[in-house]
């Protein structure tokens, strides 16, 4: 989805030359048919033609495919992972990019869709979204030419933090939502919702249709940040579950209001 969208915006909006590298055939012959790439890498040694390497693949083959193709980049080349943690890929191929010449900067593009696969992806997907990077020695240069770039793709905002800021924020805005989302539609009713929603319940089950193969990796990979966030869940829930438990109103009352006080806190906030 992300590698596909990436190619097809880079197509749609740049003046670029796009190679596509994939293991299925399948999606490199649908790439060239529909002119999201230029032209297929067929072998890996012509990653030294690019200035600039995006690499969508989850985490551990994002560090298998660096590992076994690092000396196939060009001197100074950029290398942008958009994997949905950076600490744990940032650790394992930073050191790499150092000895071998090429300039990693941990990417993660906010944007995505319930659908996953190149037959999902589109040149519209990163509009208006915000393009998260990680750099702990890409020069002022290069930072600035990776701004420019993901800008012209769409998206409207640039965040730059560290690895370890990243993972605690998205334990939060996107890690605990899914997680919350998944176990919210098992509830015994849910198969009987028909006619009984006005919208809350598609929104709150709409992640719940996920990747389980991506997401239950990126769940491990920052699990003590999201088990933070998991646990402090509960323990908000309990507090409601306790107010309503006691038929407490004015605890309840007091509680919801904080929430909502809070939701247009948030609401006022750049995000």
Not at 112 to 132: P, V
Not at 163 to 180: G, N, R, Y
Not at 217 to 230: A, P
């Amino acid at each position: 989805l992300i590698g596909g969208s990436m190619a097809k915006a880079i197509k749609k909006n740049t003046d670029h030359t796009v190679f596509g590298l994939d293991c299925d055939k399948q999606v490199i012959s649908r790439a060239l048919l529909t002119e999201s790439i230029d032209f297929e890498i067929s072998d890996n040694k012509e990653l030294n033609k690019c200035n600039l390497v995006l690499i969508c693949l989850y985490p551990q083959a994002t560090i298998d495919f660096v590992k076994n193709n690092a000396d196939f980049f060009a001197d100074g080349c950029l290398v942008v992972d958009c994997c949905g943690v950076k600490e744990y890929v940032t650790n394992e191929i930073l050191p790499l990019s150092l000895k071998k010449g090429f300039t990693y900067v941990g990417g993660h593009p906010m944007a995505g869709i319930e659908s996953w696969g190149f037959s999902h992806s589109k040149g519209s997907l990163f509009n208006n979204a915000s393009m998260i990077l990680c750099s702990n020695h890409a020069s002022i240069q290069q930072l600035e030419f990776l701004k420019n770039f993901f800008l012209s793709l769409g998206f409207n905002r640039i965040q730059m933090t560290t690895p370890s800021e990243h993972d605690k924020m998205i334990a939060l805005t996107s890690q605990l939502a899914h997680v919350l989302s998944s176990a919210y539609v098992k509830s015994p009713s849910a198969l009987k919702h028909g006619g009984f929603s006005a919208g809350s319940f598609k929104d709150m089950t709409r992640v719940a249709k996920l990747n389980e193969d991506m997401w239950s990796e990126l769940f491990m990979e920052n699990r003590e940040n999201l088990l933070t966030e998991i646990d402090c869940l509960i323990e908000r829930l309990q507090e409601y579950e306790r107010a309503i438990r006691c038929e407490d109103k004015e605890t309840l009352k007091n509680l919801l209001k904080e929430g909502r006080e809070l939701k247009i806190k948030v609401d006022g906030k750049n995000i």
